[in-house]
């Protein structure tokens, strides 16, 4: 296995709206990968390697491209309420704690979110809405596009880790 080029983020203990540790007290330590690496070495997860991992009930906690970490857990109904370590802009005024109700689906060998990011103290300040492909590379995935173009490559892309 090649060392990953890459950063390291830890992330510890994000506090959850009913109050736990998201972690369960341990630290998890995410890395990214430019879209090239993931291009020349990762592999695209097949539909039925994705809906074996993706699947409700299961937590899951990802690297954003701009370094937040954010965590949820996949309900049956497609929903989920997800928190995040980003820094939410509304207007002139940074907050942290942002969370979201958000929509989670598999379609073929993406997976799709819907994301309604809202704020203790501003309410709804951002949407995101995506489907990503999810890479194997180095014995851990990353969530990126599935088809990418040339400005794509220089980019990078978090990890995300499906558990229980």
């Known amino acids: 296995m090649r060392a ?3 950063r390291l983020v830890g992330f510890a203990g994000m ?3 009913a109050g736990g540790c998201a972690t369960g007290g341990s630290s998890i330590q995410l890395t990214s990968v430019t879209g090239d690496d993931l291009v020349r070495e990762g592999k695209i997860l ?11 009930g299961t937590v899951l906690v990802r690297l954003t491209p701009n370094g ?3 965590r949820w857990t996949s309900g049956a109904d497609g929903t989920f309420v997800a928190q995040t370590t980003m820094t939410m802009e509304y207007g002139r005024t940074p907050t942290t ?3 979201g109700h958000g929509r989670w689906a598999l379609h073929d060998k993406t997976y799709c979110l819907h994301i ?5 103290d501003n309410g709804k300040v951002a949407t995101e809405k ?9 014995a851990r995935l990353f969530m990126a ?3 990418m173009t040339p400005s794509m490559k220089a980019e990078r892309y978090g990890e995300v880790r499906f558990g229980s």
């Open 4 to 6: 990953l080029g890459s």
């Open 15 to 17: 506090a959850l709206a």
């Open 46 to 56: 097949s539909a039925g390697e994705l809906n074996g991992l993706a699947r409700p």
């Open 68 to 70: 937040a970490v954010q």
């Open 97 to 99: 704690g942002a969370w």
């Open 116 to 120: 309604d990011w809202i704020t203790k």
């Open 130 to 138: 995506s489907c990503y492909a999810v890479y194997r590379m180095d």
């Open 145 to 147: 596009p599935e088809n």
